[in-house]
DNA sequence: TCAAAAGTGTTGAGTTTACACCCATGC
DNA sequence: GCATGGGTGTAAACTCAACACTTTTGA
């Protein structure tokens, strides 16, 4: 059987952080190629032995020197045929999640040519990354109602109106605090710990814990996580 | 820019359809090559200059001589570097719905090797298949819950009790008739016509018909399509 | 007249919404 | 003592779940 496909296979990350009350996205400067200074997708071409979610975790190790909390495949981005224009590349985009440590220790070391930026403050995107960031952001958002993948962006002890903050500056609306407080503490997975932080003004605020293995179990059990707000 | 990468991609669908109260699943009947005389999904290489939905459009041309009603991008397939024998094979597979006219329109012309399956008793699948496959009944049984595709897999005017039939038989799961039916029509997006249908023993019954352009209002509106079972 | 499927309402339980005041701390 | 964010309860509206009998037709 003679095939003579020229398709080359890359992947591309989509890495969400959240810090300082807003959502931000890792991007890379572009060194070189067609794209070059501008500010991309952490991404590249697969190896020919390699699975296509180690090739991402490679790619974001070499380019950004992170690990991420959360990893799941987003969408593969290919009906452009021209979407690369030096070739025709298909994309598999990864979406991912930093915890905020990840975030911080990136932001003090600089390394490389990436940066995190607020996504209230993108600078313009090489290739097709706009649409594949619109479309991660939707992914994001769907998400954060029907899966528990909020915990993924917080540190692991964090306070209840971080946890709300999050949501409402993500899906950008108002959340009524008691209701979701309550609503949140009845799924029965969240471990109220005895540390307390006075990180903000006033009385100082209890930390709690996402218990995973709880969350799991519940899941088994046959639980459903839901959010919806007024 | 030297790249010397050699995988190919592919796609492959999954094609749904539902009649005598059962879910079927389009398979073809592999002729040459390492997995001959199994069965597979409807699939092939991608061409160089062709859209990867629209490679799946061809496919479903010329292998089985079909076109869907429903057509979505279901998972990326590439982890396992040895999924096809030959090559590093990258396979983006897309899941699909046919309703019952073209199902039965199929089945009485038997076109080329492609048949139904029912998917209670499907024969062993060529590659990963079984795998992708199994992928992709979950998303239709997840789908089914929050989106309103079932009535991709109806005939235009159909029952009610052939889609209360079409929940219960594909999520294996009892259903209040009269619970079913009340949330069903409280969302209005169903037309209620004037023909009957006495294709079954006892009383005739009203045939419906979804209007999809209402639901689409809808949608934008605010509304969000949800079925819960007890 | 019998068998088979279609059609139809009500009640109690549980969930969701709306809403406002006191608490603990730092300055 | 005041500014700041943390913490808490209740009542009304709504939605969901459970449940059984009558209707229309063909055989």
Same mark, same amino acid.
């Given at each position: 059987?003679?095939?003579?496909?020229?398709? %080359?296979?890359?992947?591309?990350? #989509?890495?969400?952080?959240? *810090?300082?009350?807003?959502?931000?996205?890792? !991007?890379?400067? $572009?060194? &070189?190629?067609?794209? $070059?200074? =501008? /500010?991309?997708?952490?991404?590249?071409?697969?190896h020919d032995d390699e699975?296509?979610?180690?090739?991402?975790?490679?790619?974001?190790?070499?380019?950004?020197?992170?690990?991420?909390?959360?990893?799941?495949?987003?969408?593969?981005?290919?009906?452009?045929?021209?979407?690369?224009?030096?070739? =025709?590349?298909? *994309?598999?985009?990864?979406?991912? !999640?930093?915890?905020?440590?990840?975030?911080?220790?990136?932001?003090?070391?600089?390394?490389?040519?990436? @940066? /995190?930026?607020?996504?209230?403050?993108?600078?313009?995107?090489?290739?097709?990354?706009?649409?594949?960031?619109?479309?991660? #952001?939707?992914?994001?958002?769907?998400?954060?109602? &029907?899966?528990?993948?909020?915990?993924?962006?917080?540190?692991?002890?964090?306070?209840?109106?971080?946890?709300?903050?999050?949501?409402?500056?993500?899906?950008?609306?108002?959340?009524? =605090?008691?209701?979701?407080?309550?609503?949140?503490? *009845?799924?029965?997975?969240?471990?109220?710990?005895? @540390?307390? *932080? %006075?990180?903000?003004?006033?009385?100082?605020?209890?930390?709690?814990?996402?218990?995973?293995? %709880? &969350? %799991? $179990?519940?899941?088994?059990?046959?639980?459903?996580?839901?959010?919806?707000?007024?």
């Amino acid at each position: 059987m003679v095939l003579n496909q020229n398709i %080359k296979v890359a992947v591309d990350a #989509i890495v969400f952080g959240y *810090s300082q009350h807003q959502l931000h996205v890792l !991007l890379v400067q $572009q060194k &070189y190629g067609p794209m $070059q200074g =501008r /500010w991309v997708l952490v991404g590249g071409f697969v190896h020919d032995d390699e699975a296509l979610q180690a090739a991402v975790e490679r790619e974001l190790r070499e380019e950004a020197g992170i690990t991420v909390n959360y990893l799941e495949q987003l969408y593969t981005f290919g009906d452009a045929v021209q979407r690369d224009p030096r070739m =025709r590349v298909v *994309s598999v985009a990864y979406f991912a !999640l930093v915890n905020a440590t990840e975030l911080k220790l990136h932001a003090d070391t600089d390394a490389a040519d990436a @940066r /995190w930026f607020p996504i209230s403050a993108l600078p313009p995107l090489g290739y097709d990354h706009d649409h594949i960031l619109s479309v991660a #952001i939707q992914r994001l958002k769907s998400k954060l109602s &029907y899966q528990p993948i909020g915990f993924d962006l917080l540190p692991e002890y964090f306070l209840f109106s971080d946890l709300e903050n999050l949501y409402c500056s993500i899906l950008g609306q108002e959340i009524d =605090r008691r209701n979701f407080r309550k609503k949140i503490l *009845s799924f029965g997975f969240l471990e109220e710990t005895d @540390r307390v *932080s %006075k990180k903000n003004a006033g009385r100082p605020a209890k930390l709690f814990r996402f218990n995973k293995l %709880k &969350y %799991k $179990q519940l899941e088994q059990a046959g639980f459903y996580f839901e959010i919806k707000f007024a």
